[in-house]
């Protein structure tokens, strides 16, 4: 489930990047959709782990990458090789790492939510 949630993020944020206009708006969404995708990704390579170490690497990613802007080698990247703008952006700015943390803690509550929902995995004898 979580790979689909993965595939759909990535899909719905490159449409927000490559086809709508570049607002703050549509800034603020394509933020929020990577800080979500960060989040599933993470679940989908280790979903055994408790969702608040998940919720705390994927945070520590997402302001890791913002603040790797401050050095302008991110945006020199893109220069070269544009699609590396889409994981390392360019620009700081300050508002991003407050959208990815409230990104984040709603991901991580929606996950809890879900998973309390379903039955629990009942795992094949060997």
Do not use: K, N
Request: hydrophobic share 65%; proline share 6%.
């Amino acid at each position: 489930m979580a790979a689909i949630v993965v595939a759909v993020l990535v899909g719905v944020g490159l449409f927000v990047h490559f086809a709508l206009p570049d607002t703050h708006a549509s800034d603020v969404a394509a933020d929020a959709l990577y800080a979500a995708a960060v989040y599933a990704a993470l679940v989908v390579l280790v979903p055994r782990w408790p969702r608040m170490v998940v919720a705390a690497i994927a945070a520590g990613w997402c302001v890791a990458v913002e603040l790797f802007q401050l050095t302008g080698i991110p945006e020199q990247w893109g220069v070269v090789f544009t699609p590396a703008m889409l994981v390392f952006g360019t620009v700081f700015e300050p508002r991003d790492l407050v959208v990815y943390i409230v990104t984040i803690a709603v991901a991580v509550l929606a996950d809890v939510l879900v998973s309390r929902r379903r039955p629990p995995r009942v795992e094949a004898a060997r």
